[in-house]
């Protein structure tokens, strides 16, 4: 799998921003100083938001889902062939019609991984992700790809990357959720890169989905208590409707389509969906999956208030 190109759609978001930095580091085992994989880091404005020089295997290149126009610039833009893609969905219902489109020009393009970052609550054939993933498996079944699909749980970068629980934590001292009781294994963003990694890269196709989760399982109420720690003052939880949550994530923009189905999401965690964990980082990446503990204490400066 050396000498060629990947691809990292999203590629600045936050998963992408991670497996870039993971892969920019990788060197050939034949040569040490050279690097095994050229990275091409798609976005919407094709640079990077650093003000650091990038690594000499990452090249920024302009990708947008909804402008076809640009599904060719990593293709023509890439020093070597692209061989392994790193799929990451526009934030739309209907984005498996884009998506199924977009593997099917990179095939064209003699592009034969496709890894997806779908989602633990989608299941294969469900809606948006799960019917990429169902066409992934159906082409790989077929011998026509390789493929994986990623299904991690929610992200403990969530508190510090959401506004929405960035401004409640600061200014209120509060995280907003319809989860009830319900406990999630949250799991760091870090950890999801570490396993999409190993996908786009070992020598062997994964041919599999990973459902990737944290270690451990946490209420909202429970982690509200770990950030009082980590903060040195009180966070309390407090437990929306379902209905209370929609019309929170559409004061900060979010569609009102979009925002009933996230309500949702709060609503089967509530019901035990995500009480689970597994070895799946371990399993692939050979290393412990980070804590949330651990996560907060090293994102504590995002919510701080100025007046401790």
């Known amino acids: 799998m050396s000498s060629h ?11 992408g921003s991670r497996i870039v930095r993971q892969l920019s580091s990788y060197h050939s085992t034949a040569d040490s100083s050279s690097p095994s994989y050229h990275v091409l880091v798609a976005s919407r404005t094709g640079s990077s938001s650093s003000s650091l020089d990038q690594p000499q295997n990452v090249q920024h290149v302009t990708f947008d889902w909804y402008n076809q126009d640009t599904w060719s610039n990593p293709f023509s833009a890439s020093p070597v062939p692209i061989r392994s893609v790193y799929l990451i969905a526009p934030p739309s219902l209907d984005a498996d019609r884009i998506m199924t489109s977009f593997v099917d020009f990179a095939r064209e393009r003699a592009a034969r991984r496709f890894v997806l970052q779908s989602a633990s609550s989608i299941e294969p054939g469900g809606p948006a992700m799960g019917k990429v993933h169902s066409y992934l498996r159906e082409l790989g079944s077929r011998g026509e790809l390789q493929w994986a699909v990623l299904r991690p749980t929610w992200f403990q970068q969530n508190f510090a990357d959401q506004p929405s629980h960035v401004k409640s934590i600061k200014e209120e001292s509060k995280i907003y959720s319809a989860t009830g009781e319900g406990k999630i294994p949250w799991v760091s963003a870090d950890d999801i890169a570490a396993v999409a990694v190993r996908a786009l890269t070992n020598e062997v196709p994964p041919n599999t989905e990973y459902l990737v989760l944290g270690p451990e399982l946490l209420s909202y109420d429970e982690t509200a208590g770990i950030l009082s720690d980590v903060l040195g003052r009180k ?3 407090v437990d929306l409707t379902a209905d209370g949550l929609e019309q929170r994530h559409q004061s900060f923009g979010m569609p009102e389509n979009y925002s009933k189905m996230m309500s949702a999401m709060d609503t089967a965690i509530k019901f035990g969906f995500e009480n ?7 399993a692939v990446t050979g ?12 994102a504590k400066e995002a919510w701080a208030t100025g007046k401790q």
């Open 276 to 282: 689970r964990t597994n070895d799946v980082i371990l």
């Open 235 to 237: 966070i309390v939880h």
């Open 5 to 15: 190109a990947i691809l990292v759609l999203g590629g600045t978001g936050t998963v």
């Open 287 to 298: 290393s412990a999956p980070r804590k949330f503990r651990d996560y907060a204490l090293s």
